[in-house]
């Protein structure tokens, strides 16, 4: 009886540390997409030249979601899903950023 009672609290123990580690890669995921999108945000400040940004934002982040214009630079970052999207968003003006800011996307 007692050897059924502890294969028993096996099976339990592993059917709920199974969720709890999938939460736990799941938030580790997220959080490195996030925290690549805050630091590629935060390298440039305002007044910064947007040829740097450029020249810095075309081998960052994933391929899709990289957005390059003179003016208006998005670098995303993939979470756990497709359509979790963690963006460096990077506006200019006068060839100088103006705005440089983090956001969070689904679609």
């Known amino acids: 009886m007692n050897l059924n009672i502890r294969r028993l609290s096996r ?33 440039f400040p305002i007044g910064t030249s947007m040829q740097d940004v450029t020249k ?15 003016d208006h630079i998005v670098i995303g970052y ?7 999207r963690h963006l460096c968003l990077v506006d200019g003006e006068a060839g100088k950023v103006t705005l440089a800011s983090y956001g969070y996307g689904t679609e």
């Open 11 to 43: 099976w339990v123990a592993t059917l709920v540390a199974i969720p709890i580690a999938a939460i736990a890669g799941i938030e580790v995921v997220e959080y490195r997409a996030e925290m690549h999108a805050r630091a590629f945000c935060e390298r």
């Open 56 to 70: 810095a934002a075309a081998s960052e982040g994933d391929p899709g979601l990289r957005v390059l214009h003179s």
């Open 78 to 84: 993939t979470g756990i899903t497709a359509s979790s």
